[in-house]
Structures are given as structure tokens and as C-alpha cells.
């Protein structure tokens, strides 16, 4: 007998005009949620304030550089965004935990386009690298700032040599 009132509870509960109401914008919300949440993943892309991005098109091939920061939206799947960090960098040539010679170096701009066909598209960025273990992308400017050969690269800009005294040793290193 309880579950009889129950559910004659229940079907006019269903058939009030707040409760479709409250269930439709229920519904309403989890969905829009679920679709925001599914352009944020596919469609938007970040640019940091020191990054020089540039996006990919699939379609065509063409890299075309970004001159703004923040949000870019772009067709999913189609245009692949990706950066290089633009902040100047410490590149260091050490042995037996001592450094020999360190130079602060920075990523050009200019030069984007001759450093993408020399090493191809990809995100470069130098975060979570050290001395001890540096980034592909701080190893590829060490290469090209130890060069030797005097050639000057449109894509690098070497600030300064560093002095033994200005040169950043995590403690690590120190003794």
C-alpha cells in the first residue's frame, strides 16, 4: 500500500509544471556544461605573455605566426597552435660540476620561420629543465651559441657572455 501512495505521489509530483520546468533547466545546464567544457578542450588555446606562437594548418600546410597573447580560438582539429619561449635563457657549458663558460641567450622572433624548418613544428618552451638537465629547446640554442664558426643565426640572439661570478648555480652544484 506504501509504494502505491508513493508512486500516485511521484506521478503528481511529475505531471506539476515546476518540477518539468526545474528538470528541462537541469538538463539544460549539465549539457551546456559538458558543451563548454568540450570547446575549451578542442577549440581554445593559450599564449603566454613571453611566447612566440604560431599555428598550423592541417589543411593547407601553412604556418602563419601569432602576434597576440592570451586566448586564441581556432577550428578543432584543423589549426594546431604552438609556441617558443621568447624569455632569454642561461646557456652553460659545464664538466665535473664546473662551469666553464655560460652566455645569456634569446630566442628571435624574426627568425622563426628558418628555426621551424631546421628543426620542425613543436611546442619549445624551457620550463622544468636545470643545468643538469636541460630542455631539448636550451640544448638546441647551446648548440648554436658554441657554434665556432663565427655564423650569426636569424633566430638567436646572444645578450651577453656571463662572468663566472654571474652565473646562477642551483645549490645543488655548490659546495
Known sequence: M???????????????FWTKLFVFLFVVVVLSGIGLLVFRMTCVNFVDNYEVAY???LKT?????INRTGYIV???????????????????????????????????????????QWHGRNNYTNEGGTRETPTTFNQILMAYAYDGSGKSYAFLTVIRELKPEEVQVPTSIRR
Open 55 to 57: 599555428k598550423y594548418d
Open 2 to 16: 506504501e509504494t502505491e501512495d508513493f508512486l500516485t505521489t511521484a506521478n503528481r509530483l511529475w505531471e506539476g
Open 74 to 116: 581556432t577550428p578543432p582539429f584543423l589549426v594546431k597552435v604552438h609556441s617558443v619561449d621568447g624569455r632569454p635563457m642561461q646557456v652553460c657549458i659545464s664538466a665535473i660540476q664546473r662551469v666553464l663558460n655560460c652566455k645569456l641567450v634569446e630566442f628571435n622572433p624574426d627568425g622563426l620561420e628558418l628555426f621551424l
Open 61 to 65: 600546410g601553412k604556418i602563419e605566426r
